[in-house]
């Protein structure tokens, strides 16, 4: 069972800059793709930025530009950079990764972005 561990959120005022970091209890190398999703206040869970086994990223329209997702293979870790943060970018920020057969979450990490 690997176990995801997300870390770097935060309070930061809008324009600034986070990264999130995604650790693994073991190899990522078999997921076939690894993503972060988020969640603001009373709305539903959202893709943000997903990247494959391969290195190909995709990224939500409201995000393009701003946040850049990077997979380390050999530290077995998936960062998401967020730069010109705004306040609706304020949410959860949840990690995910795919295998052929299952799925992982983990716990999530708040991030807050004041006006």
């Known amino acids: 069972q690997v176990q995801l561990v997300e870390s770097g959120g935060g309070l930061v005022q809008a324009g600034g800059s986070l990264r999130l970091s995604c650790a693994a209890s073991?190899?990522?190398?078999?997921?076939?793709?690894m993503r972060w999703y988020r969640q603001a206040p009373g709305k539903q869970r959202e893709l943000v930025a997903a990247?494959?086994?391969?290195?190909?990223?995709t990224s939500a329209d409201s995000v393009k530009g701003r946040f850049t997702i990077v997979r380390e293979n050999a530290k077995n870790t998936v960062y998401l950079q967020m730069n010109s943060l705004k306040p609706e970018d304020t949410g959860v920020y949840y990690c995910?990764?795919?295998?052929?057969?299952?799925?992982?979450w983990g716990q999530g990490t708040q991030v807050t972005v004041s006006s």
């Open positions: 995910y990764a795919q295998e052929v057969l299952r799925a992982y």
């Open positions: 073991g190899s990522i190398f078999s997921f076939t793709s």
């Open positions: 990247i494959s086994s391969g290195g190909t990223t």
